[in-house]
């Protein structure tokens, strides 16, 4: 599958906002934002016109960056919470909150997203008691994920326990550091999340 392996602060910067894709790295002064805030490339400082069309594509991949989605699968998302009761755009998020590498780094037991992903593949998670390896795995209201017990003193997600003690976990979330483990309460209602993201851009961009 298909996979940006280029730096992850050149996303930011083109977004021209932190998308916290490296963890502790954008909390610091390393950050690329913090550094140099304009796009990458020769023509990165440059004043454009953004057209509407610009910036509904700008918005949708934002937003696929941020949970790193490829192209293929957000529209497979998109069109499935078009299909959902209520709004299009609350049901995009809600979907893509619901994915289990981003409930995994709500949860706090990874510093970033691609960093759940790779805990995820290498087996140290289980959902409901069962071993899930998959991270689009969907998760629902009601649902426990934890780590495994063999992978309870694996160091990233000791270390990122530590991190996420002083950030706090989201109010839909029941986080239990101590046994490694975390049930989601509910999916996230649109005001619980604070990303700054224009769905109705996006419902725009694929209704054309």
């Not at 894709?21 to 002064?29: A, F, I, N, P």
Request: charged share 35%.
């Amino acid at each position: 599958m298909a996979r940006y392996r280029g730096a992850a602060c050149r996303l930011c910067r083109r977004e021209r906002m932190k998308l916290f894709l490296k963890g502790d790295r954008c909390y610091s002064d390393k950050c690329g934002i913090e550094r140099r805030n304009y796009p990458p490339g020769q023509h990165g400082q440059r004043r454009t016109k953004v057209t509407e069309y610009g910036r509904q594509l700008r918005e949708k991949q934002k937003v696929r960056r941020i949970y790193g989605v490829q192209e293929k699968q957000f529209r497979s998302y998109f069109a499935e919470a078009d299909r959902r009761k209520g709004v299009t755009g609350t049901n995009l998020m809600q979907i893509l909150e619901s994915r289990l590498d981003n409930m995994v780094y709500r949860m706090g037991f990874a510093n970033s997203r691609t960093e759940a992903r790779q805990l995820i593949r290498h087996g140290h998670f289980q959902v409901n008691t069962r071993r899930v390896d998959i991270p689009s795995y969907l998760t629902r209201a009601g649902d426990e994920v934890a780590v495994r017990e063999k992978s309870q003193k694996v160091t990233a997600i000791v270390g990122a326990l530590e991190n996420q003690a002083s950030r706090g976990a989201p109010k839909w979330l029941e986080v239990d550091a101590t046994a490694f483990k975390a049930s989601v309460k509910e999916l996230p209602a649109r005001e619980d999340l604070t990303m700054p993201v224009e769905e109705h851009l996006i419902v725009e961009l694929y209704s054309k």
